[in-house]
DNA sequence: GAATTATTTTACGTTTTTTGTTAAATATTA
DNA sequence: TAATATTTAACAAAAAACGTAAAATAATTC
């Protein structure tokens, strides 16, 4: 059931929902990818997203609340859009370009502290996400073995190394710190990355266009 | 003043500490890395230390005296292996191997998280971390900046994205992930790395020995 | 510009978590 | 066997986080 054109891709975030809220699942995100579920405080959201209590409570009943949102809707976006990807009519490289540049790499959409925190959480959730990132290591795993046979990736690593190196690198891609070097040029962004990705600190081969 | 083996260098961890202390230690760096200060509390680290809370109270009066504890080790070391690898008759990527192979790249030696934690602490210990911390983004820096001279590096590249990169890359390759993956055969890790860092997923080229 | 709605500030009581200590039981080491 | 180290369990005290209320400001809409 394939194709769509790949520039088409983007996953929309919460941008669309009224200004407060947006703030404070985006800034949930931030810090339940970064410190797990447990070890955020709901004043410490409120705090960062520039939202007061009483302003939080009037949209969430509570921490939980905000999770269940979070996780529902960035699991279908993430669905969707993985999918599209994926059918795309493009190369490998096109498509993992096209990852990185997405705002939240498609593939490493939750990060490992976050899975691990959320242990005693909701049954449900839980399975839903473990169906949803097995389902995304799988399709890179078969990415980059296909991409090792046909040569264009240094057949000595293992799949697991680059699987990992993927995640790691594909999450930084959206850190703060390199959202603030890089402003909004996101061209330069996922090119350099792209570069390193493939080439390291070597660089391309010079024979370019 | 330069000059000793590369092979030499080591960084003795707190390995030399009796057992329950050091693994109060260990596992403290470990977890005021990734977490930060404050969102680490001491019944976790003991938690994870396997170490009852009152073996805790003999060693340490609280949770700060372990941050003490931990930070006058690390930057002495720290500064001492630095140095010496500085100083050390090898080339470029030598040297960048040493930092990797050895545990806790030197340079990443404190993680954002925790430096960014550690906003309101003790600014004695603050001031030292941030001094030794600036000098040794300053000399990675400069190394990267003479790479990218002599051509060993890809021009297009900024130097901060390097040493960006250089820094997440650096915290990964002492993660646990990466450390279940490849048991202890460091040298294999390091190597894994190193082609990485400079030749990306295309790999070394293939004159090899 | 008046009325409505959204948001913040402050304050507070409640609940939960974390702390640090005690005493007794169990391992470990010399 | 004696001395030392460590753990378990239980606990009071302190700190942190929760969730709500009332009143004051800000922003929006009509």
Redesign the pocket.
Known sequence: MPHRILSDVKLPDFKDR????GDILRTAEKLFMQFGYKRV????ICREA??????????F???YAVLEDYMQSRLKLGMETFERIRNADATLQEKMQAMIAMKGSAISQFSPVFIHSLADSDEALIDLMNRWTDMGMQAMRQFFMDAQVKGEIYPEYSVDFLLHIWTVVGNDARSEVIMKMYGDDMVKLSQDFMNFLFYGTTGPPQEDK
Chains 1, 2 share one sequence.
């Open positions: 009224p200004t407060k809220e405080t709901v004043e410490e520039n939202v007061s209590k009483v302003t939080f409570y009037k949209y009943n509570n921490k």
